[in-house]
């Protein structure tokens, strides 16, 4: 018996820094992102600049004006996205991370004496507190710290925000994350910020590494170890209006007077004086590196100054007034009320349904927040044992199924409990098709034995649809222009035994289009001989790749089997597989609509059959009564004659007359014969094979 481990506690690997770049901050390249996306936020970010201009000039003129209103308090709200790893980071660790971020915008951090005496007289108090919420958008009692499941946690995107959010009008949203999408660069991202009053509400606050939060937990055992919590501190000066100090160009303008000019970003932790280009003019006292606005260590910085916090205050005086106003934090529970206890919120690992053989076991982990549990009761229908009080417990399932788990916790302020429906999916050891050639041609319906999984959340995901097909009345489609970026499904086969199988192919059609030349849409085909526990990618086409037809922008619908493609899929390697299921798994790009249809897994039966059949010869669906396809492998090239005969060895219908090349296919409409036996011949020099098929 396997046991599949499947713990939030499980250790996880980390990235080697050494071979790849750290990028502190992907603020800049983020907005960049967007303004492609969005070209009408490049005139939104010229005025956003041309503002704080305006503001620099009133802040440079106003010095006493980071004292003005005294203390601000922002309510603030942690989402931390996870599959269960470490990523999903401890309440401790949060903490830490609130502590080092208060010192720091009030000048309390214990490494002030590190402040060069050169720039002392400049650093700020930023008058500025920020408290987890205790009221969430509801009023319902909070910690402050969401937790939820989901793959768009690994390189992470805007994309994520939407699964979390709070109004950011009354909250600081932070997203924490596995990782962040580096768009290309070989990097590694630690975090990045939305400034004030640009782009999207929706999509305003801080994305963060989960291994950056803080100074301890994963921030202390991971390979950034001298961050010491300060992306935060820097990617809150983004959000609050900071610009990076060196004005993200060559002694580029931040906006600030009393900030000396920069050449460029500095790294490590350099000593003073720092003047690296004499082109500048920082004056004597060099480049201020130790400001939290640059990319120098998190450790080797100390200080924002009364230019950044007048700057500050004055966005707080504008864009963002709402957050800190008293009514706001009455809204938010940070108004200094006492703290209560909260009642949790149930919930467990794994966070997505999972498949796995009969006799297999899963570990369960209670990974509930909101409030300390005190009792849980867990109820797994179909495992064994069948009930359990302990936070973490192996469960086995031994009788092929599709069940449900179901959690209750409680304390002394109540009890939430959290089903998850058709959440263990448990296959026979022996397949369900004991066949050598499996068809699915999604006519009339998408069949029960196929599973569909919509892990990123979305509303939409693979559905059986009769607007299009190659043949016959159906195909499944995903509606992909009204999913999120980076949003992945998967559509799985019930399981096929190839035993006599020596080289079996999948052959399937698929119709695509994009929106755009460079969404990077992907279709990826895996397969697995574990049930699905384990899949092994054999197939990837995605972007102008993968389509069919040329962009489209409204909602695509194949109009011909012309818009159509058919792909082929080698699986040498699982011949004679007792137990094989396949999955098609779509990532999201921002694309149009994909459809697939006519799919075939099949193969020669012997190498006697083989010698008798040397172009590897199917016709697929075989009975069939609408369109079929004829599959050959012609190899480097042949010139090769197809038919169609009758019993009698009469021709029907010339197919194809010319050179192929390779895994070849032709198509017919099998409804202009009449029901009964036939045959296909395919002639080369002399040679004939011939491939019996039934038209129903």
Not at 54 to 65: F, M, S
Not at 282 to 289: A, C, H, L, R, T
Not at 638 to 649: H, N, S, W
Request: charged share 15%; hydrophobic share 35%; aromatic share 10%.
């Amino acid at each position: 018996m396997k046991k599949l481990l499947l713990s939030g506690l499980a250790i996880a690997a980390f990235l080697s820094v050494n071979a790849q770049e750290v990028i502190p901050c992907h603020t800049m390249e983020n907005m960049e992102i967007m303004m492609q996306n969005d070209p009408s936020l490049r005139e939104q970010f010229a005025s956003w600049q041309s503002n704080m201009k305006k503001l620099n000039e009133i802040a440079d003129n106003n010095k006493d004006l980071q004292v003005q209103g005294g203390l601000r308090i922002i309510p603030v709200v942690f989402h931390i996205m996870h599959i269960g790893g470490n990523e999903n980071i401890s309440k401790a660790q949060i903490l830490d991370q609130m502590v080092i971020l208060n010192k720091d915008f009030r000048r309390l951090n214990a490494d002030t004496n590190n402040t060069p005496l050169a720039f002392r007289p400049v650093a700020a108090d930023c008058n500025i507190e920020f408290r987890l919420a205790q009221k969430d958008p509801n009023g319902n009692c909070t910690d402050g710290i969401i937790r939820k499941y989901t793959p768009l946690t690994v390189n992470a995107k805007d994309n994520i925000k939407a699964l979390s959010y709070w109004q950011n009008t009354k909250y600081f949203n932070i997203w924490v994350v596995k990782s962040i999408d580096a768009n290309g660069s070989p990097g590694v991202i630690l975090g990045y910020a939305q400034f004030p009053g640009f782009g999207s509400p929706l999509t305003d606050g801080v994305v963060l590494r989960h291994d950056v939060v803080g100074s301890i937990g994963t921030a202390a055992s991971g390979p950034f170890g001298t961050d010491d919590g300060r992306t935060l501190s820097h990617e809150a000066g983004h959000w609050l209006g900071l610009r990076h100090i060196w004005g993200d160009q060559n002694c580029g303008d931040d906006f600030v007077a009393d900030t000396p000019e920069h050449w460029d970003a500095n790294f490590g932790c350099p000593t003073f004086p720092h003047n690296v280009n004499s082109n500048c003019a920082p004056g004597p006292n060099g480049e201020m590196f130790t400001n939290y606005m640059d990319y120098t260590d998190g450790n080797c910085k100390n200080m924002f100054t009364l230019g950044q916090s007048a700057n500050i205050d004055l966005i707080l005086a504008s864009t963002r007034l709402n957050i800190w106003s008293a009514a706001n934090l009455i809204f938010t529970g940070t108004d200094g009320s006492p703290a209560v206890l909260c009642a949790p919120i149930a919930d467990f690992y794994p966070g997505a349904p999972l498949m796995i053989c009969a006799g297999d076991s899963v570990l369960f982990d209670d990974v509930s927040y909101n409030g300390q549990v005190t009792s849980r009761n867990w109820t797994f229908t179909g495992g064994s044992p069948a009930t359990s009080t302990d936070s973490i417990k192996y469960i086995t399932y031994s009788t092929p199924g599709v069940y449900s788990v179901t959690l209750t916790v409680s304390n002394a302020a109540g009890t939430n409990t959290s089903t998850k429906t058709n959440w263990i999916i448990v296959s026979p050891t022996t397949a369900q098709y004991n066949i050598w050639n499996y068809f699915e041609g999604f006519d009339p319906s998408l069949s029960s034995d196929w599973f569909v999984f919509n892990k990123g959340g979305d509303a939409v995901t693979w559905a059986h649809t009769t607007l299009a097909s190659y043949w016959g009345g159906g195909s499944v489609r995903l509606p992909n222009a009204v999913t999120s970026r980076g949003q992945v499904d998967d559509l799985v086969s019930p399981s096929i035994n190839m035993t006599a199988v020596n080289t079996p192919k999948i052959y399937f059609y698929v119709a695509f289009a994009q929106h755009g030349s460079t969404d990077a849409d992907a279709l990826r085909v895996f397969v697995s001989t574990t049930c699905g526990e384990n899949w092994t990618q054999r197939f990837i086409k995605s972007g102008s790749t993968l389509k069919t037809v040329n962009p489209q922008s409204g909602n695509f619908v194949p109009t011909s089997n012309t818009q159509w493609r058919m792909e082929t899929v080698t699986l040498t390697t699982y011949a004679a597989s007792p137990n094989l299921r396949f999955k098609f798994e779509f990532t999201s790009d921002g694309g149009n609509y994909i459809y697939l249809d006519h799919i075939n897994l099949t193969g020669t039966l012997s190498s006697e059959e083989l010698e008798k059949n040397p172009f590897e010869l199917n016709i697929f669906p075989s009975p069939t009564e609408g369109f079929s396809s004829i599959v050959f492998n012609a190899g480097d090239g042949a010139d090769l004659r197809i038919a169609v005969k009758d019993i009698a060895g009469r021709e029907l219908l010339e197919l194809g007359n010319g050179n192929f090349t390779g895994d070849s296919y032709v198509t017919f409409d099998a409804n202009q014969f009449a029901p009964g036996v036939y045959f296909i011949t395919l002639e080369n020099k002399g040679s004939v094979v011939t491939k019996k098929f039934i038209i129903q």
